[in-house]
T-cell receptor, first 115, second 111 residues
């Protein structure tokens, strides 16, 4: 049982390049989300999804796109990388339920540097 | 925007001592969760407390929740060097909304 798998673990991009951060989970979780973590800022929500075909914006969505074509995968696309997007990116997943609460399972993160 | 605010930002204790971290939040919640993050790793879920609960235990962890004061505390008893990590509180404000995380408390346990 792999849990949440993020690839790549490290990436260096030049300003203006695009790329996709991959996230896959094998726990049949309906809910998936992307956070970025910057020093002193905690985790900030970028985008999230409550099921296949459904996505929504979080606190800091600008410059990022997502799609959810399957339950397992939730890729994050950087359209035109900027130095301000240098960060550590975490994908998380969870079951959802009415009246029942679940903790998140996090991936190990992608450390992205934009130069 | 940050919902939870942890206090202190950093804490250094000796092995065997107890560690207490606090979290304050601003709006009503469905539940509050605590996570641990070891350096360079992802977050790990520790414990969840519902808004109608006041206290929960899990091993050496004790979490309290005071909804009237909009605050929670995480107590780690008999701390070990392996407890060295950052600890985050996170709140779910209403049904199935994403968790909002605080900025974390960095705990150092000195052997």
């Amino acid at each position: 049982n792999a849990g949440v798998t993020q690839t790549p673990k490290f990436q260096v991009l030049k300003t203006g390049q695009s790329m996709t951060l991959q996230c896959a989970q094998d726990m049949n979780h309906e809910y998936m989300s992307w956070y970025r973590q910057d020093p002193g800022m905690g985790l900030r929500l970028i985008h999230y999804s409550v099921g296949a075909g459904i996505t929504d914006q979080g606190e800091v969505p600008n410059g990022y796109n997502v799609s959810r074509s399957t339950t397992e995968d939730f890729p994050l696309r950087l359209l035109s990388a900027a130095p301000s997007q240098t960060s550590v990116y975490f994908c998380a997943s969870s079951f959802t339920g009415t009246g029942t609460f679940y903790g998140y399972t996090f991936g190990s993160g992608t450390r992205l540097t934009v130069v | 925007s940050q919902q939870g605010e942890e206090d202190p930002q950093a804490l250094s204790i000796q092995e065997g001592e107890n560690a207490t971290m606090n979290c304050s939040y601003k709006t009503s919640i469905n539940n509050l969760q605590w996570y641990r993050q070891n350096s360079g790793r992802g977050l790990v879920h520790l414990i969840l407390i519902r808004s109608n609960e006041r206290e929960k235990h899990s091993g050496r962890l004790r979490v309290t929740l005071d909804t009237s004061k909009k605050s929670s505390s995480l107590l780690i008893t008999a701390s070990r060097a392996a407890d060295t990590a950052s600890y985050f509180c996170a709140t779910e404000n209403s049904g199935n909304t994403p968790l909002v995380f605080g900025k974390g408390t960095r705990l150092s346990v000195i052997a």
